[in-house]
């Protein structure tokens, strides 16, 4: 019998390469934590006294922005349709601004502006399904706030710059708005005077430049439903170029607005999203905003902000551009219904940002990415990808979380029930009509991954979505000369919120020319499978492809033929900076490896007599994670450690 190797990485899919990119460790990190602002004290709830008593339509707005000063002066008209009879209108504007007049039907209406919402009263009520509209003259300084703020003066090599990010509470603090998570405004034009050294950008699409004395007026145009979060400006004096997507239906402008120190770069790596656009056009149907653009502003907060038709970056990255540019499918088109579900934007986009290097990169490159997201998941034991806290915005953007544990359980989704059911899936819910232009919830996702597979997914979306943690997993194998396998599944779990996680366990069983991989379906505790190979493995891999969030803690493997020889292995104390104790019970030990995850040998030792216990020194590994290889004539086992 062959030495049985153990590792718990293995090589992935063979995928036609298009490029050598290599994932980057830390952007879900950095990305999240800078999306992360600080704006709790101006949480509202998505439905609220401001979100069900009317129907935005359309806002123009008109404004006066000079990147030189922290300033804001200019109108909003809002056209609404009542809901119910409405006698009473509510809109929120940060305390700070300064509510010149409220016009309606060209005539001033008194209002009241208290604890950043203001209210007025109508002359008299508007009927159900009644179209109106009120128009807010205002001035001021926008707050720069905690955090990031939402209205933010910078600088660029010298230049001022103004811009705007609101998610996910802050577009009152720089326009009158109703911010919701229940009501999408159909349509906007934007007006903005500027000194005309500036360039405007903004969502849609460029009407107009028009000069106007030192100054410039840019009009834009959008005719897509937007959430308020999404509705953006920067303003400084970028250089503008354009790159062009062939699509399956139509010819797509890809508008860069760039720092002019940056020009080159930028003009360099812009690029590079063309085929990460082409991809998503034609795994998840076209690209919601083909009649429009899509396009770059660069800013100077570090991370990057999916506004819709063109983001806001810091940077032109490709795992960076590939997330925000996923977000206009995922986020835009179709948005979560609130802020504890924000998994639906964040973890859809950092999966298709996977899927870049699955299909467009080389064989590594997934398999990097997972390993990545996986390093951050199992950092700790507890967290659901359903965010149980919105009054705390590092929470609603937990890089662990909303973007990397929700990513691999859409990826653990697709082994689950196949590539073809979850493409299949992941269309028929972004084109769905009654979610596309609107906002979703987990339990619509749910609903159109059930209808692909034909499935009963609620224990997976119990367990991976609203529970916590994960499996920790235990296997015994018994390898037989007639190349037949038991093998024994058991688990424990790293919270107490779930009390058994059902998955699919992939096993890869191989030697030097075979090799089987064998998905079995656990769905107890404990469970034992017999499998009849056509050749003696030599090797066996769980979770050769890093498909699951999940631990390997034991697996051992009994080479005699008696299924029911000693098996008993401990490692202890573990975790441990000094020393562990290896006790194989009343086996002696042959061999013991010291294996990084890789499954590469960092040390080895061969006791000299017999001994059945060994006490070996771990104060010289690096802090981290490893397994202990254990031979002995019957069994091999591997065990995990900690060195703290």
Known sequence: MKKIFFTLIALTFSLITFSQRTPDKDFINQISLQEAKSHENMFKVGSSKLGDNYDLKYHRMNWFVDPNTNYISGSVTSYFTAVTSLSQL????????????????????????????????LPASIPSGTLDSVCVFYHGAPPSGAGF?????????????IWTLSEPFGAPDWWPCKNSLSDKIDSIDVYVTTPSVNRV???????????????????????????????????TNYAAYSNYASLQNGTLEILNYVYPEDLSYAQANTPNLIPVIQLYDSLFSDYPY??????????????????????????????????????????DKVTCSSWHEIWINESFATF???????????????????????????????????????????????????????????????????DSAMFACLNNYITDAQLAYGFASTNDFK????????????????????????????????????????????????????????????????????????????????????????????????????????????????????????????????????????????????????????????????????????????????????????????NIAAKKIVKL
């Not at 467009?360 to 965010?387: E, F, M, R």
Request: net charge negative; hydrophobic share 40%.
């Open 201 to 235: 950008g903004s969502n849609g699409i460029l009407v107009s430049e028009t000069t106007a004395g030192a100054n410039k007026i840019y009009h834009w145009k959008h005719r897509h439903p937007i959430a308020t979060y999404l509705i953006a400006i920067a303003v």
């Open 447 to 634: 609903s159109h991954a059930e209808a692909s597979s034909g499935m009963n997914l609620t224990e997976f979306f119990n367990d991976w979505i609203y529970g916590q943690g994960y499996p920790i997993y235990n296997l015994t194998n018994t390898v037989r000369a007639d190349s037949s396998v038991t093998i024994t599944i058991s688990q424990t779990q790293s919270h107490p919120s779930v009390s058994f996680f059902e998955l699919p366990v992939p096993v890869l069983f191989s030697d030097d020319t075979h090799d089987t991989l064998i998905i079995f379906d656990n769905t107890s505790n404990y469970q034992s499978f017999d499998v009849q190979l056509n050749f003696v493995p030599d090797q066996i891999t769980f979770d050769p492809e890093n498909e699951l969030i999940a631990e390997l803690d034991t697996c051992i493997v009994n080479l005699s033929d008696e299924r029911n020889a000693a098996q008993n292995f401990s490692v202890y104390p573990n975790p441990s900076g000094e020393f562990v104790i290896i006790d194989a019970v009343q086996q002696m030990i042959k061999k013991i490896q010291v294996c990084d995850l890789s499954g590469k040998v960092i040390s080895e030792i061969t006791p000299v007599g017999a001994s059945n216990q060994i006490k070996y020194d771990v104060s010289s590994l690096e802090n981290g994670t490893y397994f202990i290889k254990i031979f002995t004539k019957d």
């Open 290 to 331: 083909l009649n429009e653009k899509y396009g770059h502003a660069q800013f100077g907060w570090g991370g990057g902000m999916e506004h819709q038709t063109m983001t806001f970056l810091v940077n032109f990255g490709y795992d960076l551009m590939a997330h925000e540019l996923a977000h206009q499918w995922f986020g």
């Open 149 to 161: 703020g939402s209205f933010i003066k910078d600088n660029h090599n010298g230049t001022p710059i």
């Open 90 to 121: 509510y809109f929120e504007l940060n305390q700070v601004l300064i509510i010149d007049s409220v016009k309606y039907h060209n005539a001033n209406l008194a209002f009241t502006h208290l604890d950043n919402t203001f209210n007025f009263s």
């Open 352 to 418: 298709l940002t996977g899927l870049t290097y699955y299909f467009l990169s080389d064989n590594n490159a997934w398999h990097t990415w997972k390993i990545n997201a996986l390093d951050q998941i199992l950092s700790l034991p507890d967290g659901s990808v359903y965010c149980d806290d919105t009054t705390s915005v590092s929470r609603i953007f937990d890089g662990r979380l909303s973007y990397n544990k929700g990513a691999m359980v859409l990826n653990m989704l697709r082994v689950k029930i196949g």
